[in-house]
C-alpha cells in the first residue's frame, strides 16, 4: 500500500475553504434557533440530530480538501456547500415540511463527498467519509412520516458515529488490499480462461506482469493507495469551526442587547457573555486543539481529534446558543430547562477537556496532563456546583459571571503555558 504524505511547506486554509466555511455561519445561527424554540427533550435531541448531521458532511468536505490539498476541486466543495445551505434552509420547518428535504440534502451531501476519491484510494482518518452504510436510515425514511423519520435519523447518525469511533482507518486500507487482492485474482484466472485462439491478442512475455488488470470496464490498482491528513492544516480547519461557533454566539448575544434596555443588568450580563466568550477562544481555539482546551496541537491524532472536535463543538454551540437568551432579558433569572442545558453543554466541554489531559498525562504524552486537567474540571465542576444549588437565586447576568469566572480562572492559572498566535505549543507540551 502506498500513503499520500504531504511535505513541503505549512499550507493554511485556501479561499475555497474559506468560502465554504460562510455556510458554517448560518448554519450555527440557524441550530441556535431550535434550542430557543423548544427546550424540551423532543427539541433537544432532533438540535442534537440536526448539528450532527450537519457536523458530519462539513467534516467529509474538509477531509477532502485536507487530503487532496492544491488537488482539491471547487466543484464538489461548492455542490457541497449547496447541499448544505438546503439543509440549514430546511432547519426551521425540519420537524414538519422540510424534514423530507432536510434528509434528501443530508444524502446527497455525503455521497458527493465520497465521490472524489478515486477507486482503490482509503482516507485513513476519517473513513465514514466513503463508508455509506448510515446514508440508508436517512433514505428509508423518506417512506415514513412523524417520529419514526426522526429515529431512523439518529440509527443513520449512530452508523456514522460508531464508523467513527470503532474502525481504524490502516485495518480498513488492510481489508481494502484483500479484497482487491481477491478482484485482481478472479480477473486474471476469467482472461486465463478466455478463447485461447483469440487473433490479434499477445499474452504477456513470461515473467512480465500487467500493472493495472481490467474489471468489467474499470482498471484495477495493484495496490490501494491511503490518504492521511495534513495535520497542521486540520487544526487550522477545526480552530476555524470552533471560532465560527463562538463568533455566532457573539452575533446573537449583539442581536439581543440591541432589543433589550439598556441599563446596569445589560451592561452586567454583556460583560460577562463577552469575557465568557473572549475566554473560551483563549482556551479552545488559540490554545487548544480540536475545540479542546489546553491541548497542544499534535498531541492526538486526527483520528482521536475528529471525534473530539464534534463533542466540543456541539457543546461550545449549545452553550453559546442560550447565551443571546441572557442579554435578551438580564435582570430576570433563566428558566430552570434553559439554565440546565446551559449548566450540562458547560460541563460536558469542560470534563471532556478534563478527561483527554488526565488520559494523556496518564500515558506520559503530556508534561503538564494533569495539571492542566485539574485547571479545567475543578473550576468547571465548582461553578455548575454553584449554579445548580443557587443559580435561582441569581440573575442571568451574574449566573454568566460564574461560567466566565470559571473560564478566567483556568485561562490565567495556564497562560505561562501558552504560545502566542501561531505558535503550535500548548500548556501540554
Known amino acids: 500500500m502506498s500513503t499520500t504524505e504531504h511535505p513541503g511547506p505549512e499550507r493554511h486554509a485556501s479561499w475555497l475553504e474559506l468560502f465554504f466555511d460562510l455556510v458554517v455561519v448560518a448554519g450555527i445561527g440557524t441550530l441556535a434557533h431550535l434550542i430557543h424554540a423548544d427546550h424540551g427533550a423532543g427539541g433537544l435531541a432532533l438540535y442534537a440530530i440536526a448539528f450532527v448531521a450537519f457536523w458530519m458532511v462539513w467534516a467529509c468536505f474538509t477531509t477532502y480538501g485536507n487530503v487532496t490539498g492544491e488537488a482539491t476541486r471547487a466543484r464538489p466543495m461548492l455542490l457541497g456547500m449547496a447541499a448544505l445551505a438546503v439543509m440549514m434552509a430546511a432547519v426551521p420547518e425540519i420537524n ?31 473513513p465514514v467519509v466513503q463508508a455509506l452504510g448510515g446514508v ?18 439518529a440509527l443513520g447518525l449512530a452508523i456514522d458515529v460508531i464508523v467513527l469511533l470503532a474502525i481504524s482507518g490502516p485495518r480498513l486500507a488492510q481489508n481494502a488490499q484483500e479484497r482487491l487482492d481477491e478482484l485482481r485474482g478472479r480477473t486474471a484466472g476469467r482472461g486465463r480462461r ?45 480552530g476555524l469551526f470552533v471560532i465560527i461557533v463562538l463568533g455566532e454566539g457573539l452575533i446573537q448575544s449583539i442581536a439581543a442587547a440591541g432589543e433589550a434596555s439598556w441599563d446596569g443588568n445589560l451592561a452586567l450580563a454583556g460583560a460577562g457573555t463577552f469575557v465568557l466568550l473572549v475566554t473560551l477562544w483563549a482556551l479552545a481555539v488559540r490554545g487548544g486543539y480540536a475545540g479542546v482546551a489546553l491541548l497542544g496541537t499534535g498531541a492526538v491524532p486526527p483520528r482521536v481529534a475528529w471525534p473530539l472536535h464534534l463533542v466540543s463543538s456541539g457543546a461550545l454551540a449549545t452553550l453559546v446558543a442560550v447565551l443571546g437568551g441572557v442579554l435578551a432579558a438580564p435582570e430576570e433569572t433563566l428558566a430552570q430547562d434553559v439554565l440546565w442545558i446551559l449548566l450540562v453543554a458547560f460541563l460536558i466541554y469542560g470534563l471532556v477537556g478534563t478527561a483527554v489531559h488526565l488520559i494523556l498525562g496518564a500515558r506520559g504524552r503530556a508534561r503538564h496532563g494533569v495539571r ?27 449566573q454568566v459571571w460564574v461560567l466566565a469566572l470559571a473560564l478566567l480562572l483556568s485561562y490565567l492559572g495556564s497562560v505561562r503555558g501558552i504560545e502566542p498566535p501561531g505558535g503550535t505549543q500548548s500548556a501540554t507540551d
Open 96 to 126: 414538519g415540511e422540510h424534514a423530507t428535504a432536510f434528509s434528501i440534502a443530508y444524502v446527497v451531501g455525503r455521497i458527493l463527498a465520497s465521490r472524489p476519491f478515486q477507486r482503490g484510494t482509503v482516507v485513513l482518518d476519517l
Open 136 to 153: 440508508v436510515p436517512w433514505m428509508v425514511s423518506w417512506w415514513f412520516d412523524g417520529t419514526v423519520v426522526y429515529i431512523l435519523w
Open 194 to 238: 478466455g478463447r485461447p485462439g483469440r487473433p490479434g491478442r499477445r499474452e504477456p512475455a513470461p515473467g512480465r506482469r500487467r500493472g493495472r488488470e481490467r474489471h468489467g470496464d474499470r482498471e484495477l490498482p495493484e495496490t490501494v493507495s491511503t490518504l492521511a491528513s495534513d495535520e497542521p492544516h486540520l487544526g487550522e480547519r477545526l
Open 372 to 398: 492542566n486537567a485539574l485547571l479545567l474540571g475543578v473550576p468547571t465542576v465548582v461553578a455548575a456546583a454553584v449554579l445548580a444549588i443557587a443559580g435561582d437565586a441569581l440573575t442571568a447576568g451574574r
